[in-house]
T-cell receptor
């Protein structure tokens, strides 16, 4: 089945620094990927839609200058949290789906970001 | 805007008891999906329902889509400890073909052995 690889799984950074999270579709091409944020014991909140070769689409309330998304190839999307602050600490997770027969969205394993 | 409400938020059951989680939408849905997230893990796709009144089964799991396509349920018969996790419903959001999903609040299931 489809596999989405996400790295790193866990990162601790200092306030003011930037962190890049990678999301790769391993055995399929994904022209679109989705980035979510999840707080402890809460649901997934869609942050943005990453589009290969074009600008990402951000959901209302999500700062595009803070959460930079790049989707430079059909298998890789990156999310960079810029000038991170403690309130950015969260679980970030990406997802994608294969074209053709629908078999659900495949999620990466997630990245636990802690900003100290 | 579109909302999807999921209840209950938590459920603790004794192993062998049944479990049900419900999702309700304010609008008619084209489809509804169900995902399971184990503690510390990521969501994993379980099933998609498309047709009005549809019922699908996966072993001890039964999924239903309401006749009006505004509500859905997931029922687990005779729960096991391996069923522990959070179950989310998810529905399409925004204009057609965006691929965006909005997730319910999730129901976290705890099973006592």
């Amino acid at each position: 089945g489809a596999v989405v690889s996400q790295h790193p799984s866990r990162v601790i950074c200092k306030s003011g620094t930037s962190v890049k999270i990678e999301c790769r579709s391993l055995d399929f091409q994904a022209t679109t990927m989705f980035w979510y944020r999840q707080f402890p014991k809460k649901s997934l909140m869609l942050m943005a839609t990453s589009n290969e070769g074009s600008k990402a689409t951000y959901e209302q309330g999500v700062e595009k200058d803070k959460f930079l998304i790049n989707h430079a190839s059909l298998t890789l999307s990156t999310l960079t949290v810029t000038s991170a602050h403690p309130e950015d600490s969260s679980f970030y997770i990406c997802s994608a789906r294969e074209t053709g027969w629908f078999n659900g969205y495949t999620f990466g394993s997630g990245t636990r970001l802690t900003v100290v | 805007g579109q909302q999807v409400m999921q209840i209950p938020q938590y459920q603790h059951v004794q192993e062998g008891e049944d479990f049900t989680t419900y999702c309700n939408s304010s609008t008619t849905l084209s489809n509804i999906q169900w995902y399971k997230q184990r503690p510390g893990g990521h969501p994993v796709f379980l099933i998609q329902l498309v047709k009005s009144g549809e019922v699908k089964k996966q072993k001890r799991l039964t999924f239903q889509f309401g006749e009006a396509k505004k509500n859905s349920s997931l029922h687990i018969t005779a729960t096991q400890t391996t069923d522990v996790g959070t179950y989310f419903c998810a529905v399409p959001w925004g204009s057609s073909n965006t691929g965006k999903l909005i997730f319910g609040q999730g129901t976290t299931l705890q099973v006592k052995p």
